[in-house]
T-cell receptor, first 111, second 115 residues
Framework: GNSVTQMEGPVTLSEEAFLTINCTYT??????LFWYVQYPGEGLQLLLK?????DKGSNKGFEATYRKETTSFHLEKGSVQVSDSAVYFC??????????FGKGNQVVVIP | DGGITQSPKYLFRKEGQNVTLSCEQN?????MYWYRQDPGQGLRLIYY???????QKGDIAEGYSVSREKKESFPLTVTSAQKNPTAFYLC??????????????FGNGTRLTVT
């Protein structure tokens, strides 16, 4: 079946540090891949997406590259800010409108 | 502005009572979804609807019911049969015609507490 695995546990880092959140997936066919962000007390917002192998999605300084050979879609940002503190979800869409989500990673950025 | 409205933001009920959560969208999207979010478990799909008057069970439909009488509206009823109803409920919609490339648009959620 289709599934997404995110690294365990929250991520705590200092302002201006480099952020990486790992995401690997299992899917049949060629899914689209997404990163969503959830700020406290809110719903999820689309952060970026990639629809085919080697595509790079980017937004607000965040980037992720669709790697078919390693079935990964790791999220990176070169210099985080306190305002980036949120929960980040990796997701895949196999084409039937039923997205599969990872469990999410809480990111806490300390001033 | 187009978007998804969920109401109320907080809801409290006694055990044994049914409760209905509202979800309205003005994005003209065909597809709508209900997810449940619990700490450390990510999002789990309860029900989804790809078109008016049609809906399908998701991964955790037991104890829930939905209706889709209008394109804009997709209310979720949490029945007394749901064993652990306390959770954060998220409604979403998407443009079905764009297929796998279509991202979900989410409401701001309803936090339901049952005591």
């Amino acid at each position: 079946g289709n599934s997404v695995t995110q690294m365990e546990g929250p991520v705590t880092l200092s302002e201006e540090a480099f952020l990486t959140i790992n995401c690997t997936y299992t899917a049949t066919g060629y899914p689209s891949l997404f990163w969503y962000v959830q700020y406290p007390g809110e719903g999820l917002q689309l952060l970026l997406k990639a629809t085919k192998a080697d595509d790079k999605g980017s937004n607000k300084g965040f980037e992720a590259t669709y790697r078919k050979e390693t079935t990964s879609f790791h999220l990176e940002k070169g210099s985080v800010q306190v305002s980036d503190s949120a929960v980040y979800f990796c997701a895949l869409s196999p084409g039937n409108n039923r997205l599969a989500f990872g469990k999410g990673n809480q990111v806490v950025v300390i001033p | 502005d187009g978007g998804i409205t969920q109401s109320p933001k907080y809801l409290f009920r006694k055990e044994g009572q049914n409760v209905t959560l509202s979800c309205e969208q003005n994005l003209n999207h065909d597809a709508m979804y209900w997810y449940r979010q619990d700490p450390g478990q990510g999002l789990r799909l309860i029900y989804y609807s790809q078109i008016v008057n049609d809906f399908q069970k998701g991964d955790i439909a037991e104890g829930y019911s939905v209706s889709r009488e209008k394109k804009e509206s997709f209310p979720l009823t949490v029945t007394s049969a749901q064993k652990n109803p306390t959770a954060f409920y998220l409604c979403a919609s998407s443009n079905r015609d764009r297929g796998a490339n279509s991202p979900l648009h989410f409401g701001n959620g309803t936090r339901l507490t049952v005591t």
